[in-house]
């Protein structure tokens, strides 16, 4: 399984970006996909995760009413739409995936992916 995740890119405050994150190997219909992020000198903490059937969407209290999850089951994708992005939201984001649901995506991941850096200039 692999996980290719792009998108990152540097930004003004106040900007929006899309990430993407594409899964290779096998589909995830009763698992979850979700992101997280290592900012420098931090620990790698959890973004926003979604179930892959139902759709339902957790989020980060840090990012809540800016960023969206969504996934497109036909291209075995999943999207993290920042919007009004802050300097605290530079770090590299990496995609990560379960194969059973979410509740296990938070703490202990399956598969990860490669990190895309998301740099936000104030």
């Not at 998108?7 to 994150?21: E, K, T």
């Not at 989020?59 to 605290?88: P, W």
């Amino acid at each position: 399984v692999q996980l290719q995740a792009s998108g990152g890119g540097l930004v003004q405050a106040g900007d929006s970006l899309r990430l993407s994150c594409v899964a290779a190997g096998r589909t995830f219909d009763s698992g979850g996909m979700g992101w997280f992020r290592q900012a420098p000198g931090k620990e790698r903490e959890f973004v926003a995760m979604i179930h892959w059937k139902v759709g339902l969407a957790y989020y980060a209290d840090s990012v809540k009413g800016r960023f969206t999850i969504s996934r497109d089951k036909a291209k075995n994708t999943v999207y993290l739409q920042m919007n009004s992005l802050k300097s605290e939201d530079t770090a590299v984001y990496y995609c990560a995936a379960h194969r059973f649901g979410t509740a296990g995506l938070r703490s202990a991941p399956d598969y990860w992916g490669q990190g895309t850096q998301v740099t936000v200039s104030s």
